[in-house]
């Protein structure tokens, strides 16, 4: 039996990042519970058709469901095969499923999707009266979409095999990898605790493990630890710390994700020792009012300040992440964005930063309360529109949520889209030196 997975995305845009580890994580658990099963992780839909699978499974983010639709009606158009559509987009908007696939996987994937395959190996197809109990799906029923029981999350999370890496162009991608999936805290325009439900973490002994794994594959000397937040448990940390002197095969440079809210001296010392030299940090804001919002009252702009003095005490780079118009951001709260932006890159407690729009995205509470303005709704929405992506970034298609003028706000916007390119030419031309 053959298996195909696909990322929806649109082909205009061919400068993929990163590589979808989602559908990885898949392979690698169907393959190990279904050795007979054949999966390949594809980047193309015309792959996908020449290859000429029992099966196609189909991730997409909501800025990318029109493709997914799309490449569902084109493999109509070819193949007679049943059609699984997995995601952010699906299990934020279950009741969204296209007609033309047979079921969506909502959440957490590996388990559920193997159950599809076992059904589709055992009766030749993906039948509505099957698929009712199967745990963790939509599907197809004659009132409409119908959705089966939550499913339990995989636990321990280390009985999942390390992701399947074997896919046309991985070699060309950066490595990455996640240490834990969800996050604890539950900020308004994050989808991830939705998603995962609960936060769960690898052991110390299995991240150390996937590491070595990495730098005897593919003799990775930095690597990305992508986990929505990295540094939670420093119980954890500190254990990873010390398998790390001791069975690492070689010291790593790495780039994680923390919580400014968190920081501390303990957690420092422990990030220096493990390898970490960038953070990325959610800062989202130098307002409080807007912190409040976004964050649900975590954190200050007198905290986040705190920490970037911290890890710079402590020599860790630090890139920033703000978002710009929430539906409490007036253009004082902005000022003071800016102030706290320009002050931290001049010192150097930033080393570069991140922006983007305050976007709804299906699953989180922004989507929620933009539905109730009748500023969103899943039947009209330009799902494109959703695209954060700043080289892609279209102000007139963009649904706003901030009290701004539209033209005012996209004054702003540039302000800070200026500011980015030029943080982002000097760290080109400060590595080409």
Known sequence: MRVALLEAWDPSRPDRVFMPMGLAYLASWVEHHLPEVEVR????LPEALDWNPDLIGISAVSPNFPEARAMAREIRGNLDVPLVLGGPHITGLPGSLPETFSAGVLGEGEETFRELVELLKRSGRLDPVDLCEVAGVVHHAPDGPRITARRPRISPLDRIPFPKRDWPGIQEQPHWSFTSRGCPYTCRF??????????????????????NHLIDRFDIRFHVLMDDLFAVNLARLEEISDLMRTDLRRPLQLTAAIRADLVSERMCRLLREVGVRVCQVGLESGSDRVLSYLKRQTTTARRNQEALNLLAEHGIRAVGSFILGAPVEEEEDLEKTWSFLRENLRTGRLFAFTFGPLVAFPGTEVWREARERGLVHEETVDWRALDIDLRHF?????????PLRRDRFGEWFQRFRELWQEVCGGLEASQEG
């Open 41 to 44: 992780l594809l980047q193309t």
């Open 394 to 402: 279209d102000l007139e298609r963009y649904t706003m949520l901030s």
């Open 190 to 211: 994050c989808s991830t605790a939705d998603f995962w439900d609960s936060y769960r973490m690898h052991s110390a002994r299995y991240v150390v493990e996937e590491l």
